[in-house]
């Protein structure tokens, strides 16, 4: 039971490149979240997908797109990446409402964008 | 607005002492998690509190409704509790969660 993957773990980009970071959760969740973190910084909501088929913008979306495959894979994609893009990216999957919500998180993809 | 702050920053302490992180938050929540961060690696869940107290191990959390805040102890601390430690909440009415900047905890053998 592998939870959340996400790939690549690590990425060095030039800037203007584009690139797609892949998620993937085999636990049969509907809602998926893509955060980054920064120092200093909580970490903040990017894009999320509340089921198969929707997507909602987050707190930062300026500059990704994404898409929900299927249920199990969403992903984020940065058409021209720009070196204020360089941060940790986590995929994540909640469960369940309310008090009884539980959170599970991808290993992270660190990005350098020069 | 919703808000959550957590504290200390940064924290560093000998190997055994008891270990206090704090978090609060502005308004009404539905749910509030304790998450951990190793250096470089991922983040894993440690606690999902609803009300009181729940322990793991050498971990204690604890909430209070009324005051808005959350604690998470470590008993006799070891230096492989050195991490980054997480408050994350969802407001009422919020199906999103909205997290604490940290807690960067260092254990000194």
């Known amino acids: 039971n592998a939870g959340v993957t996400q790939t690549p773990k690590f990425q060095v980009l030039k800037t203007g490149q584009s690139m797609t970071l892949q998620c993937a959760q085999d636990?049969?969740?509907?809602?998926m979240y893509w955060y980054r973190q920064d120092p200093g910084m909580g970490l903040r909501l990017i894009y999320y997908s509340a089921s198969e088929g929707t997507t909602d913008k987050g707190e930062v979306p300026n500059g990704y797109n994404v898409s929900r495959l299927n249920k199990r894979e969403f992903s984020l994609r940065l058409e021209s990446a720009a070196p204020s893009q360089t941060s940790v990216y986590f995929c994540?999957?909640?469960?369940?409402?309310?008090?009884?919500?539980?959170?599970?998180f991808g290993q992270g993809t660190r990005l350098t964008v020069v | 607005k919703n808000e959550v702050e957590q504290s200390p920053q940064n924290l560093t302490a000998q190997e055994g002492e008891f270990i206090t992180i704090n978090c609060s938050y502005s308004?009404?929540?539905?749910?509030l998690h304790w998450l951990q961060q190793h250096p470089g690696g991922g983040i894993v869940s440690l606690f999902m509190l609803s009300s009181g107290k729940k322990k793991h191990g050498r971990l204690i959390a604890t909430i209070n409704i009324q005051e808005k805040h959350s604690s998470l102890h470590i008993t006799a601390s070891h230096p492989r509790d050195s991490a980054v430690y997480i408050c994350a909440v969802k407001f009422r009415g919020n199906e999103k969660l909205t997290f604490g900047t940290g807690t960067r905890l260092t254990i000194i053998p």
């Open positions: 308004v009404g929540i539905s749910a």
């Open positions: 636990m049969n969740h509907n809602s």
């Open positions: 994540a999957t909640l469960l369940g409402q309310g008090w009884n919500t539980e959170a599970f």
